[in-house]
C-alpha cells in the first residue's frame, strides 16, 4: 500500500471534544470520522487493526470448539417478550416499529437470539456442549457516549454464547473461556489485562467476571487488594465494616444545626467524623416513583447497582418536594414518615451514638442506637467499598481502587434464558431437561480504543506487531532523487513478495511531515532509505517503540527486517498464557 493513496487525512491539531488520548490519536491519524453521537465509520488503518483483533478473537474461540454464526442485527420484539427483556430493560434498547406495525428491536445483545437458533438443534443431551458465537454489530442508545471508541452507541461485538447439561459441565467451559480470553488480550497486546469479579446486571446470572484494563481513561471502579490480590469491579464488591460499640449509649437528643446540610458541614458543627454519622441518600424508584430512604454510615457512597439489585427496579435520585414529607438535608429514621422504602446498609450495623437527620428543618438528632431507638432493622450490602477498605477476602484494610475500562466480560447465566424460552432437551432417562448457559463478549472497537490509549507516546499510537495496519512502515526520503528512489521501490517489491505488510511513503514531502505521519500511523517496524544510506550501501532499521535504531546493509534488507519481525513475535508469545 502507498501512503500518497491510503484513504483518510491525518493533521497535528488535537480536535475538539477529544478528552482522552486515543480518542484524539485516532482521530488525528486518520483512524475514524465522527457520524453521529457515538457513531463512527473507519478508515483503513482502524479497518485492519479490527480485522487483525478479530482474527484473534476467532482463532482462540475456535480453539475452545467454538462455532461462528451470525445472528440479525435487527430483531422481533417477540423475541425480547420471551426473555422478559423487552419490558425490563430500559432505554439503551432501542425499539421501533416496521412498517406493518410489528415491534422489533436493534440487538444490544443476542441472547435471545442465540436460544432461538439452537432451541430446535438441542433437543438431546447428545448434542451438548456446544458453544456458537458471532462477530456482529451491536447498538445500544447510551446515554453518555463517551472516549471514542471506548463508550459507542454502535458497536462491533463478539458474543459467543455456550449449552450445557449441568451446572458443573458450564462451569469446566467457563474456565477455558476465561483462559482463552487472557489470551485474547495478550495476543492483542495487553495482557496487563485483569479479570474481576462483577455484578451480572441485566444479563442475570450466577457469576460473571469482567476484563479491565486498569487506566485513568476508564469510567468504572476497580478494587484490588494489595494483601491477597482480590479484585472485583466496586458495583460487585462487598463493602466490610467494622464497628466498636460504645462502651456507654448515650441518650437520643435533638440538637439544633442550622445550615448543616452536608456531612462536612454537619461534622464541623457538631465536631464529629463521617464515620460517626448516620446519613441518608434517597431514590425514586422508576416503575412507581415511590421513595427509597437508604441509610448509611456517614463515611460511604450508596452503590446503586447493589440497591437495584435488591429492589429488582431500576431507581433514580430523588427530586424531593414540600408534598414528600422528607426534609431534604435533615432526614433520619426516627420519626420519618410513612408510604416509602426504608433500608439501612450493614456499616451501621453494632454502632451507637450516631448523628442522624432529625427530619426537622434545621436540627439533627444525637445519641442514635438504630435497635434502640427504630425497633427490630434489617442490614443489607448497599456501600462502596471505598479506597482503603477493608479485603472482603483477606479482612484487611489493603484496598485500592482504581479506574478501569472494561474490555470483555464473562456471565454463567444458569437457565435464565432457557427456561423462559422454553428450551428443553430429553435426558438419556427420557426425563425432560432444561439446559444451562454461559455467554462471553468482547467489544471489538474498544479493544482497539484500549491498546491505543495504553500503546502510545507524545506523537502517536505504537501498535503490537500483532493487530498493527502494517507491519512495516518504508519512508523514502528525498523519492524526488532517482537512485534513493530505485533503491524504495526495489526494498518494497522485494518485502511485498517475502509477505511482509508494508506501507510505502514515497511522497515529495519533508522528512518531518513524513515522519509525523509515520508517528501517527504507529506502525511497529520503520525502514528509512536516504540518499546518504544508499550512498553508504546501507539503509535505518528502527522500532516504533524505539527499542531498536541501527543501519543494516541495503543487500540484506528484507532478511534484517524479517529478523526484528520475528524477534517481535517472540517477545509478543511470551507474553501469551498457554491455553487450557
Not at 439489585?309 to 414529607?325: F, K
Not at 506501507?503 to 511531515?513: F, K, M, P
Request: aromatic content about 8%.
Amino acid at each position: 500500500m502507498k501512503l500518497d493513496k491510503l484513504v483518510g487525512e491525518r493533521f497535528r491539531e488535537r480536535p475538539a471534544g477529544c478528552v482522552i488520548e486515543s480518542h484524539a490519536l485516532m482521530v488525528r491519524g486518520g483512524y475514524m470520522k465522527g457520524v453521529a453521537n457515538g457513531i463512527f465509520s473507519q478508515y483503513p488503518p482502524l479497518r485492519r487493526v479490527t480485522r487483525k483483533l478479530e482474527q484473534i478473537i476467532r482463532e482462540e474461540m475456535d480453539a475452545i470448539e467454538g462455532q461462528e454464526v451470525s445472528m440479525p442485527v435487527v430483531l422481533p420484539g417477540a423475541l425480547w417478550e420471551e426473555s422478559g427483556r423487552y419490558v425490563s430493560v430500559g432505554s439503551e434498547l432501542l425499539r421501533f416499529q416496521d412498517r406493518t406495525g410489528t415491534p422489533m428491536v436493534l440487538g444490544m445483545t443476542h441472547e435471545e437470539a442465540a436460544v432461538q437458533l439452537v432451541r430446535e438443534y438441542g433437543r438431546t443431551a447428545a448434542r451438548y456442549p456446544f458453544m456458537i458465537y458471532q462477530i456482529q454489530t451491536k447498538f445500544r442508545d447510551e446515554a453518555r457516549p463517551r472516549g471514542g471508541l471506548i463508550r459507542v452507541r454502535e458497536f462491533t461485538m463478539k458474543d459467543a454464547y455456550s449449552f450445557h447439561t449441568s451446572q458443573q459441565d458450564l462451569e469446566r467451559y467457563y474456565a477455558r473461556c476465561h483462559r482463552a480470553y487472557e489470551r485474547i488480550f495478550a495476543r492483542a497486546g495487553l495482557p496487563e489485562v485483569v479479570s474481576v469479579a462483577s455484578d451480572s446486571g441485566m444479563m442475570g446470572g450466577s457469576l460473571s467476571h469482567e476484563f479491565m484494563l486498569l487506566t485513568p481513561a476508564g469510567e468504572d471502579s476497580v478494587a484490588v487488594c494489595g494483601a491477597c490480590g482480590y479484585r472485583a469491579n466496586v458495583e460487585a464488591a462487598a463493602c466490610v465494616a467494622h464497628n466498636e460499640p460504645p462502651a456507654v449509649l448515650q441518650p437520643l437528643q435533638t440538637v439544633e444545626t442550622p445550615d448543616a446540610h452536608t456531612i462536612e458541614a454537619l461534622c464541623a458543627f457538631l465536631h464529629v467524623i463521617p464515620a460517626q454519622c448516620c446519613k441518608a441518600v434517597v431514590y425514586q424508584k422508576e416503575t412507581d416513583g415511590s421513595y427509597v430512604v437508604l441509610f448509611l454510615r456517614g463515611d460511604l457512597e450508596a452503590n446503586q447497582t447493589k440497591l437495584t439489585n435488591y429492589l429488582g427496579c431500576d431507581v433514580r435520585p430523588a427530586a424531593i418536594t414540600p408534598e414528600s414529607g422528607l426534609c431534604a438535608g435533615f432526614i433520619g429514621p426516627v420519626g420519618l414518615c410513612g408510604g416509602m422504602t426504608v433500608l439501612y446498609d450493614t456499616s451501621l450495623q453494632g454502632t451507637g451514638n450516631l448523628v442522624c437527620g432529625a427530619n426537622r428543618q434545621g436540627f439533627h438528632s444525637t445519641g442514635l442506637q438504630l435497635e434502640r431507638d427504630c425497633g427490630t432493622v434489617e442490614y443489607h450490602d448497599f456501600a462502596k467499598l471505598p479506597d482503603g477498605g477493608v479485603c472482603p477476602v483477606c479482612g484487611r484494610p489493603a484496598i485500592r481502587v482504581s479506574r478501569g475500562v472494561e474490555v470483555g466480560n464473562i456471565f454463567q447465566l444458569g437457565a435464565k434464558y432457557t427456561q423462559a424460552m422454553g428450551m428443553r432437551y430429553v435426558d438419556a432417562d427420557g426425563t425432560e431437561k432444561t439446559p444451562v448457559m454461559g455467554c462471553y463478549g468482547i467489544g471489538v472497537g474498544r479493544l482497539a480504543a484500549c491498546v491505543c490509549e495504553v500503546r502510545h507516546d507524545d506523537h502517536g499510537p505504537v501498535w503490537p506487531l500483532a493487530i498493527a495496519p502494517w507491519q512495516v512502515h518504508l519512508c523514502c526520503l528525498r523519492a524526488d532523487d532517482a537512485g534513493t528512489k530505485a533503491a524504495a521501490d526495489a526494498l518494497y517489491a522485494s518485502l511485498q513478495k517475502n509477505g511482509v505488510e508494508v506501507l510505502y511513503d514515497d511522497r515529495t514531502v519533508s522528512a518531518g511531515v513524513m515522519f509525523a505521519d509515520a508517528d501517527l500511523l504507529g506502525i511497529p517496524v520503520r525502514v528509512i532509505v536516504s540518499p546518504r544510506n544508499c550512498a553508504e550501501g546501507c539503509f535505518e532499521l528502527a522500532a516504533r517503540d524505539k527499542t531498536v535504531k541501527e543501519k543494516a546493509p541495503l543487500a540484506k534488507a528484507v532478511q534484517a527486517v524479517q529478523a526484528l519481525l520475528r524477534r517481535l513475535e517472540d517477545e509478543a508469545a511470551a507474553q501469551v498464557p498457554p491455553r487450557l
